[in-house]
């Protein structure tokens, strides 16, 4: 155990700088320190005022000016370093805070008590989604597929889906071009800054490479670094992970603000010469920023899968020495999956109230994974819902896999439908088979 050191100070004795020094003296020491370092002070202005002090000197150590030879000639008497030592590590400090400032902690008094000692929730502070340009109505999809020989119709996909139109990416544009601008309409909302950002999760199953993660492309285009990024593929069950994975971490403390996306270009991995696949799916992105909170946000949470099912809904292919083995495209047996789906979305709604304490009659919305209008409208009426309080952006947006609970849910959201304070019921099932639920006040 480290011993303790108590300085005895007065107003104007010089607290502020003692303190700084001490900071400065811990990265010159260790360029790293400040990963796992809180400097408390009393107010908010009093913490960006610390801060700014510490990168501040940091500079002026590092460039050997005059201001900050103070610091400089008591960090050498506290750490005995070689004065060269001293700048070129001042140098690397300051480049390290810089990339990594989420994670350069000044707090109040009152946020470490909070921290520390009170119970930390996590809450949906702002959404954003993105579209292809392209909208490829039923009618136009129906004529581009009767050039190939395959009989469909505006009817017959209506009838049977709900679906009226999908937007379709253009064949260059990956999911990471369609996840930056969901991103950053979330953020914008949000209040947030790159910097910020302290984890980044994205939900694909489509992603740009076979590595890095999608996650990582788009840290690098939103100007993050530093902070912790990878994929979750569970397909359209994908967002629903992803969030539940954020809401942990936060909760555990391993993150203050998470960005969260789900991003598909389904439309790669269609066979447009199966009529019963091909109409249903479409691009598309949506993510949310979630931060800690000392008031609840999410809820509950519950996941489930079952590598039982994995034949019904699947893409089996894969890579090998170059070249594609296997089909690399969508296969699904419908019927199974629209009799699983029904069943396992009321299993996990009726979960995820008990954990969370609820009922189906605080649930002021569900936002469903838009796959099917009739799976939708089954499950509210297993819950006793009516149709009236079902978030379906299906007719528009077609299956977008990952991507259809964010922008079911930003959708709802810019148009006024759901409000702060109010309780949704997020929901999804998708290959695997996976499936899982979220319960949240907004």
Known sequence: MHNLTVYRASAGSGKTFTLAVQYIRLLIENPHAYRNTLAVTFTNKATEEMKMRILTQLYGISRGLKESKPYLDNIRLLTSLDKNVIINNAKYALSELVHNYSYFRVETIDAFFQTFFMTRYTRITGTGSFLPARRVSNDELA???????????????????????????????????????????AMQAAGAQPQDIDLLIVATSTPDMVFPA??????????????????????????????????????????????????????????FNDRTTCVLFGDGAG??????????????????ADGRHVDILCVPGHVSGGHALGTPLLHMDGQAVFKLAVSLLDKTARAVLEKAGKTAADVDWLIPHQANLRIMQGTARKLGLPPEKIIVTLQEHGNTSAASIPLALDHAVRSGQVRPGQTALLEGVGGGFTWGSVLLTL
Do not use: K, N
Not at 287 to 304: M, R
């Open 214 to 271: 999608t996650a990582a492309i788009v840290q690098r285009q939103l100007g993050i670094a530093g902070s912790p990024a990878f994929d979750v593929q569970a397909v359209c069950s994908g967002f629903i992970y992803a969030l539940t994975v954020a809401d942990a971490m936060i909760r555990a403390g391993g993150a203050r603000r998470a960005l969260v996306i789900g991003a598909e270009v389904f439309s790669r991995i269609l066979d």
């Open 287 to 304: 993510a949310v920023v979630l931060e800690a909170s000392d008031t609840p946000g999410i809820l509950a949470t519950d996941l489930h």
């Open 143 to 185: 004529a581009e597929l009767a050039a190939r020989g395959i009989e469909t119709s505006d009817a017959w996909i209506t009838e049977r889906t709900g679906i009226r139109a999908r937007h379709f990416a253009d064949p260059a544009t990956p999911a990471s071009q369609l996840a930056v601008p969901a991103a950053q309409a």
